[in-house]
């Protein structure tokens, strides 16, 4: 009986399910099919319907230099703050989640911290405080290529420690103790058994703290020299000058950055596994 | 391959004495059960082997040589844990090869012996599956092989067969005990499953409350159980609560006078007796014990009958039945002869072992 009501009601409920996907999937990619229709517009002034096509933005995208330096700062620093916070991030996670010691808790907020502050206002406090540091030492550290690293890698922490934690809250840990048994020591049961259990968890810390730091804007604002901008800032300051559809090229070429690191990634860990 | 001795061993979590001064000797080549209610420190005792729980006080040796505070890499102890625990990130192969690889064994030699452990649990066809790829009784044998690939001193299971279902259970417990039997391995096992246990064991350990109740072969556990809990726990009993009156008299709390054959002080005692020890019918009547009681309740267990009868307002006994085709299925109510010879009861002095195992 059961069973010959049930195609009726798992259609009607299936209709429901795939059409809310396909609104939220539409809702999602809109705002991008927009932005790649308008990077091959041929007018200088984005209107409707557009008069022709062209590709001469892509081009004129690498004739302007302040896109080129502002993407390899870009990479250069989110290559490094990830590396730093898979660095910092990886024995927090080990702390948080393995040890007794008190004040884990706090420890656990305390590092998640830079994710709830506003940018504006993690920029405007390290700002304050690389200007009170520069004075105090001397160190030409604002504006600095080391003072951005170090902000960044500020960002990236949150990430790594909480999607670590998150993996390794999950690893059983007799399988460590089978490999103490089987005659590894600790640290050989960390690199051969714990590390590689954690990839999942080390791959998607890598993905999202990289991509935190590298669309970083508000935070990096403040941080930023002369002559030195990361690419968000080169295209928040290109649009005060110009609206054509050069900014539409570079985000196109940002979105398919980030598209191929996914499937890149996908390919060696399963995205379905890792968030 | 090597003897093992606990002598007093000990851990307490504060004033919990999880396991409380237990000594006790496997010889070479032994295979010792540890069997217990969960909580009763079977599982602790075998960590404290292994070396993963660091005891309160006392020792342990391995073949004679004290090991109490080697770390667990130390100790060539090959475990099984419940779950397995196998390497999800390495082959079948690779995670026999593991601690060979910890022990540097040469590469050829290693080959060699990942293969002899797979082939000695019939999986040498499936070297290089992942774990996830395979069923729960093939994890489980690669988790044996992986164990035994290493040679080790002692062959430590942990409640190894309680994944498995039934009818696996049954198959895996007897290849263990042959392999066992065959490498000559001294072997400790931990389980709650007190038919595991009589499968395979040379000698049990019942543990309640983390104390080591009796030590013994099946036999003696069986039909001498040291304390009332043994009683309840290996193989079933009816208990009767009452007090010894005098010379091989026992009188329960509602007033059936038994006879007893066993000698304890006068007081307060309990009576157990074996289901299967009881005889209904015409026959009970060749008994140094028969009366009368009503039918309770009966339940058909296939090759057997289990009937419950009501002897007084406190009293039950259950009589099992071998279900062969002469017997006729007593009716629910129906009035029952009932029997048993006076050296099949079991006395206890009440005082003792009350707090554990419920009867039944």
Redesign the interface.
Known sequence: MAYSRMPREGLIGRILLNGAAALAMVYILLPLFFVFWLSVFNQEIPSFPPDGYSLRWFSALAEYREFASGFILSLQVGVIATFVGLVLGLPAALVIVRSQINGRGFFNSLLLAPMVVPGVVLGTALYVFQIEAEIATDLPLMGSFLGLVIAHSLIVVPWTVRLICANLVGI?R??E?????????PI?TFF??TL??I?PGLVAATLFGFVASFGNLEMSLFLVGPGRTTLPIAILQYLEWKIDPTVAAASVLQIALIALALLITDHYVKLSRVV | MASLDLQSLTKSYGDNRVVADVSLHVAQGEFLVLLGPSGCGKTTTLRMI???VEPSSGNILIGGKDITTL????R????V???Y?????LTVAENVA??LQ??KVESIEQRKRVKDALTMVRLEHLAGRYPREMSGGQQQRVALA??LA?EPDILLLDEPLSNLDAKLREEVRVEIRELQRKLGLTTILVTHDQEEALTVADRLVVMNGGHVCQIGDKRDLYERPADRFVASFIGRSSFIEGHIKGQGLFESTDGLQLKVSREINLGPATLAIRPERCRLGTSAQTCDNHLTGQVEFVSYLGSALDIHVRLGTQTKVIVQLSNQESVKEPQLGETVQIGWASTAGLLYPSDQGRESYGGL
């Open positions: 059983d007799t399988i103790e089978a490999a103490y048994n089987l005659g590894a020591g050989t051969k058994i590689p259990m990839r | 292994a070396g993963f770390p667990p890499w130390r060539n102890c090959g475990m844990f419940q779950n625990a196998l390497f999800p990130h593991f601690g910890m022990r992986r164990a290493i």
